[in-house]
C-alpha cells in the first residue's frame, strides 16, 4: 500500500495529465485522440515544450522567471521574415543570424541580471516592451508572409514513407528502434549497478516502468504512423528535451544550476561562480525563444507583429504545473514537459468541444492554480504524516 | 517577599533535543535596574523571549508572576499590553519610515480609519526630547545612526507606556560615548520608575547602572549579586559565569606532530560591507601549523566569522588588506574558487544558510564544492558520485535512509557530519571550522571533535572558532583571543583557563 502511495505521490502530474486525457477524449467523442488531432496537437504545443524548458533553466536559478519571451519570438520572427523573405537570404544562414541575434538578447538581459543585480523580473518586463516595440520597428506594424517552401518543409514536414500503403511503417520502425534503445540502456544500467553492488529497484518496478514507456511510445508512433508520420518538429522536440534534461541530469553546469537556485550563498562559499550561472540560464532561455520564433513562423507561416503574446505564461504555467519549485532549486525537464502537454491538451480539448475563448482562458486559470494546489497539499500531507 | 515586580520561578524551556533553561529563577524588585549575565548560549535571551511571550505560554514551564499576578503571554502584544517592552540586539526598525512611523508602528495614533500624523509627531518629538535625541521625528530611520536608532526604541517603548524595559545587548554597536549616554538614560528612567533588565557582556558597563546581576549559566541560574550587599567585581562574575566542572568530553588526540607553518595571516583588516569605514577586522595577525588545531575565542561580534570568510576568497567585507601566506608563499584568494584550489575549506557556522542546500539530495551536497572529483568535461560520472558519497556517509556514520535523502529532513547532528563530508571531500589541507558544534546535541559533538582528531593526524591544520570555551580549551593546542576585531591575546594549551580567556575579552572591550 505504502509503495503505491508513493507512485502516486511521485508521479500527481502525470496521472492528473491521463485523467485529464481521458475526460476530454471522453468529452470530445474520441476526437482528441484521433490520428490528426494528435499530430496537430503536436505543432500546435511545440514552442511551449521549447520555451517552457528555457524557462525552467530560469525558475531553478531561484524562481526568477522571464517575462520578455514572447516579445523575443516576436522579434526574431520579424527578423526571420524579414532575411527570408524580403530579402531571400538562404534560409541556413537566416536561421543562424536568428539563433545568434537570440543569444545577444540574452547575453543583454542576463548582464544586467546577473552581473548588476537587477532582478530579473524587472529586466524582462523591460525586454518585454523593448523587444516588441523593435518587433513593431521592424515589420512596421505589418505581418510578413508567405516564407519560401523550403523554409516550411524543415519544420512542418514528415518522416517520408519508403513502402507506400495507409500506415507509415517507418514512423513505427523509428517508434520500435527507440522502445528498444530504451531498454538496452536500462538493463545497462541495472547491471552496473548491481556490479558496484548498489541496490537497485526491484526487477519488477523496473520491468512495469520500461513496459508502461515502451507502450507509451508504441501507441503514439502508431498513432501518427496512421495519420502522415512522425512530424519534423517531433524530433526537434526531442532532441532538445534529451539534450536538457542530460544537461540538467548529468552535467556539472546542469548541478551548479540547482545549486544556486537551492541555496545560492552556500553555491557561492562551495566554489561556484553564481553570476555566470544566472547569466547562462538567461542567455539559454533568449537562445530558445529564437528556436521558438524559427518554429512559430514556418507553423503560421507568417510573422505577425502580435506573434508571440502571452507565450511567457504558457510556458511559466507548464513549468509550476510540471512541479517546479516557485523558490528554485526544484524541477525537472520531464516534470516540465508533462506540464506543456497538459496545457496543451487542455487548450486542443476545450477548442475542440467548440468552448467559448473567453471561458477557456478562465478555466486555464483556474485549472493552474487547482494543478500547483494540488501538488502543494499532497507535499504538505506527506509531510506530516 | 514583597516587592517584587517580576518573578519568574523554575522556567523551563526545551528545544528539540536541548534543554535551554532549567528551572531557572529570577526576581526583579520593582524600580531597580537588573543585569543579567552569561556566556553565549546560557539562556539570557530565551529567558527573555519567554518572559516578552515570544515564546508563548505552554510551551515552557514555570511560573511567571508580574505585578502580584500570574501571566500566561501568548504573543508579545499581551506582555506589551502589560507594559513590559523588549529591544532586542537586532533593532526592529523599518529603515524607510520616519522615527515617527517606527515609534507608534502597531500602536497607530488616531481613529481605526485615520492616521493622525499630527498628533503622531508631536508625541514623538516630545518623547524624543526626553531621550535626549535631537532629531525631528520626521527624519528617515535609515538617516540616523545605529546609536540614535537605540534611543529611538527606547522611546518607542515609552511610547507604550512601558513599566519594565528588557535590553538585550543594547551596547553591542555603539560606540564608548553613545553608550554612556544610554546607559544615563537607563538611570534617568529608573528615576522615574521604569524598572529595566539589561542583558550585557560588558561587565564595567553593568557595575555602572545595575543594582542587582543574575548570573546564568548552561540553561540555569548561578546566584544574584546584590551591589550593596555582595562582592560585583568583575573577577566575582566571570568566576560566576564560567565556573563549570570540566568533565571528560573530548576524546584524546593520539600524538601528532605539529610540523611547519601551513596558513599565515598578516596584517588582515576588514571592512564592513555597509557601514564604509567600520573595520571589523582589525590588524589580525595569525598563523597555523600542520597538525595543529588553533581555537579562535571571542563574543558573538568579535569578527570571527567574518575574519574566516574573508580570508576564504574574500568572501565578506570591503577594502581588505594583509597578506595570506600557504606554505610560505603567498597567495591571493579572491573568491571562493581560489580558495578551494588553494586547498583552503571554510566550514560555515550557518550550516542551513551558507553551508548546505536543503532540497538537495546529501550525494549532491557532498561533492558540489569539488565536481571535477567525479566529472571529466563537466560530465558527471554518476557511478563515481555515488560511490564518493556513500564512502563518506559510513566513514562518519551519517545516520541517513539513502544517500539520495534530501538534507533539509536530517537531524542537526547529522547535517553538520554532511557539511563536514562536504568539506573533506573538497581535500583540503586547511580547514576553517566555524562553530561546528553548534546546536547538535553531546553525541554529535563527540563524533566531530574525533573527525577533528582525525583530520590533524593526517596533517591537516585546523582553525577553530568556537563560542564554546570548554570545547576550545579541551581541543586546541593554542587558542587566539579576539575582540572587536582585534587579537587580543594568545593561551597555548596548557596556560588556558576559561577565566583567563573570558578576562581577557572582558578588559580590552571598550566599555565606559
Known amino acids: 500500500m505504502d509503495r503505491a502511495k508513493d507512485i502516486l505521490k511521485k508521479n500527481t502530474m502525470l496521472i492528473a495529465l491521463m485523467i485529464i486525457t481521458i475526460f476530454f477524449a471522453l468529452l470530445t467523442g ?71 541575434v537570440g543569444i545577444l538578447i540574452g547575453a543583454w538581459q542576463g548582464f544586467w541580471i546577473a552581473y548588476i543585480r537587477i532582478p530579473a523580473f524587472i529586466v524582462t518586463l523591460a525586454g518585454m516592451l523593448l523587444w516588441r516595440g523593435v518587433a513593431l520597428i521592424i515589420l512596421g506594424g505589418l505581418t510578413i508572409s508567405p516564407f519560401p517552401e523550403n523554409y516550411l518543409n524543415i519544420f512542418n514536414s514528415y518522416i517520408p514513407d519508403v513502402f507506400g500503403g495507409n500506415i507509415n511503417i517507418v514512423s513505427i520502425i523509428i517508434g520500435f528502434l527507440i522502445c528498444v534503445v530504451y531498454c538496452v540502456i536500462q538493463i545497462i544500467n541495472r547491471l552496473k549497478l548491481r556490479r558496484k553492488g548498489y541496490s537497485t529497484e526491484k526487477p519488477i518496478t523496473t520491468v512495469i516502468k520500461t513496459a508502461v514507456i515502451c507502450i507509451a511510445i508504441m501507441v503514439l508512433s502508431y498513432t501518427l504512423a496512421r495519420h502522415e508520420g512522425i512530424p519534423a518538429i517531433l524530433i526537434l522536440l526531442g532532441v532538445v528535451v534529451l539534450i536538457y534534461s542530460y544537461f540538467t541530469k548529468k552535467t556539472v553546469p546542469g548541478r551548479y544550476l540547482y545549486a544556486v537556485g537551492g541555496n545560492e550563498k552556500a553555491a557561492k562559499l562551495s566554489g561556484i561562480n553564481t553570476n555566470k550561472v544566472l547569466f547562462f540560464a538567461y542567455v539559454n532561455m533568449a537562445f530558445l525563444s529564437a528556436l521558438a520564433a524559427l518554429m512559430c513562423v514556418a507553423r503560421f507561416n507568417s510573422a505577425a507583429p502580435t506573434a508571440g503574446t502571452n507565450y511567457e505564461m504558457d510556458a511559466i504555467g507548464s513549468c509550476y504545473i510540471g512541479g517546479a519549485s516557485a523558490y528554485g532549486g526544484i524541477g525537472t525537464v520531464a516534470g516540465v514537459v508533462i506540464g506543456a502537454i497538459f496545457m496543451g491538451v487542455l487548450n486542443n480539448g476545450m477548442s475542440i468541444m467548440g468552448i467559448d475563448s473567453n471561458v477557456q482562458k478562465a478555466v486555464k486559470g483556474l485549472v493552474l492554480l487547482a494543478a500547483v494546489a494540488f501538488d502543494v497539499l499532497s507535499k504538505k500531507r506527506g509531510k506530516t504524516a | 517577599m514583597p516587592g517584587y515586580l517580576l518573578e519568574m520561578t523554575n522556567i523551563t524551556k526545551r528545544f528539540p533535543g536541548v534543554i535551554a533553561l532549567d528551572h531557572v529563577n529570577l526576581q526583579v524588585e520593582e524600580g531597580e ?280 576568497g574574500k568572501s565578506y567585507g570591503l577594502n581588505i588588506s594583509g597578506s595570506i601566506f600557504i606554505n610560505g608563499e603567498e597567495v591571493k584568494l579572491n573568491n571562493s574558487r581560489q580558495a578551494i584550489e588553494r586547498k583552503l575549506a571554510y566550514i560555515s557556522e550557518d550550516r542551513k544558510g551558507n553551508g548546505l542546500i536543503l532540497s538537495n539530495p546529501i550525494r549532491e551536497n557532498i561533492t558540489l564544492a569539488k565536481m571535477d572529483k567525479v566529472s571529466s568535461h563537466s560530465v558527471i560520472d554518476g557511478n563515481a558520485e555515488v560511490i564518493a558519497a556513500s564512502e563518506f556517509v559510513e566513514k562518519l556514520q551519517t545516520k541517513c535512509t539513502s544517500i539520495e535523502q534530501p538534507v533539509g529532513n536530517l537531524s542537526g547532528g547529522n547535517q553538520q557530519k554532511v557539511l563536514v563530508s562536504k568539506w573533506m571531500f573538497a581535500d583540503p589541507d586547511i580547514m576553517i571550522l566555524d562553530e561546528p558544534t553548534r546546536g547538535i546535541d553531546v553525541g554529535a559533538k563527540y563524533e566531530i571533535y574525533c573527525i577533528i582528531n582525525q583530520l590533524v593526524s593526517e596533517g591537516k591544520s585546523i582553525l577553530m572558532i568556537s563560542s564554546e570555551l570548554p570545547e576550545l580549551i579541551g581541543m586546541c593546542d593554542r587558542i587566539y583571543i579576539m575582540n572587536e576585531g582585534r587579537i587580543v591575546g594568545e593561551v597555548s594549551k596548557e596556560e588556558a583557563s576559561q577565566e583567563r580567556i573570558m578576562g581577557q575579552i572582558l578588559k580590552t572591550s571598550k566599555g565606559v
Open chain 2, 33 to 312: 535596574i537588573h543585569a543579567l549575565v552569561g556566556e553565549n548560549g546560557a539562556g539570557k535571551s530565551t529567558l527573555m523571549n519567554i518572559l516578552s511571550g515570544v515564546y508563548g505560554y505552554g510551551s515552557y514551564e514555570g511560573k511567571i508572576i508580574y505585578q502580584g499576578e500570574e501571566c500566561k503571554f501568548s504573543e508579545i502584544k499581551d506582555s506589551e499590553r502589560k507594559g513590559i517592552v523588549i529591544i532586542h540586539q537586532e533593532l526592529a526598525l523599518v529603515p524607510y519610515m520616519t522615527i515617527g512611523e517606527n515609534m507608534f508602528l502597531g500602536n497607530e495614533q488616531g481613529g481605526k480609519y485615520r492616521v493622525d500624523w499630527e498628533e503622531t509627531y508631536r508625541k514623538a518629538d516630545q518623547l524624543l526630547n526626553t531621550v535626549g535625541l535631537r532629531e525631528s521625528s520626521r527624519t528617515l530611520i535609515k538617516d540616523i545612526g545605529i546609536g540614535k536608532q537605540q534611543l529611538v526604541e527606547i522611546a518607542k517603548a515609552l511610547a507604550k507606556n512601558v513599566k519594565l524595559l528588557i535590553l538585550d545587548e543594547p551596547t553591542a554597536s555603539l560606540n564608548e560615548a553613545e553608550a554612556r549616554k544610554l546607559l544615563d538614560l537607563l538611570l534617568q528612567l529608573k528615576e522615574e520608575g521604569v524598572t529595566s533588565i539589561i542583558i550585557s557582556h560588558k561587565l564595567n558597563e553593568i557595575s555602572y547602572v545595575a543594582d542587582k546581576i543574575t548570573i546564568l549559566r548552561d540553561g540555569a541560574t548561578i546566584e544574584t549579586l546584590d551591589k550593596n550587599k555582595d562582592d560585583i567585581s568583575e573577577e566575582r562574575i566571570i568566576s560566576g559565569m564560567v565556573g563549570r566542572k570540566m568533565v571528560d568530553r573530548f576524546p584524546k588526540r593520539e600524538d601528532t606532530t605539529i610540523g611547519e607553518v601551513n596558513l599565515e595571516v598578516k596584517n588582515w583588516t576588514v571592512y564592513h560591507p555597509l557601514y564604509a569605514g567600520r573595520k571589523v577586522v582589525d590588524n589580525v595577525s595569525l598563523h597555523v601549523r600542520k597538525g595543529e588545531v588553533v581555537g579562535i575565542a571571542g563574543l558573538m561580534g568579535a569578527g570571527r566569522t567574518e575574519l574566516a570568510l574573508s580570508i576564504f
Open chain 1, 30 to 100: 474520441g476526437t482528441l485522440l484521433v490520428p490528426r488531432n494528435v499530430t496537430n496537437l503536436i505543432a500546435q504545443n511545440g514552442y511551449v515544450v521549447v520555451l517552457a524548458v528555457g524557462m525552467l533553466m530560469c525558475i531553478l536559478t531561484g524562481g526568477n522567471i522571464d517575462l520578455s519571451v514572447g516579445s523575443v519570438v516576436a522579434l526574431v520572427g520579424a527578423l526571420a521574415g524579414t532575411l527570408v523573405v524580403n530579402k531571400g537570404m538562404n534560409i541556413w544562414l537566416a536561421m543562424a543570424i536568428c539563433l545568434g
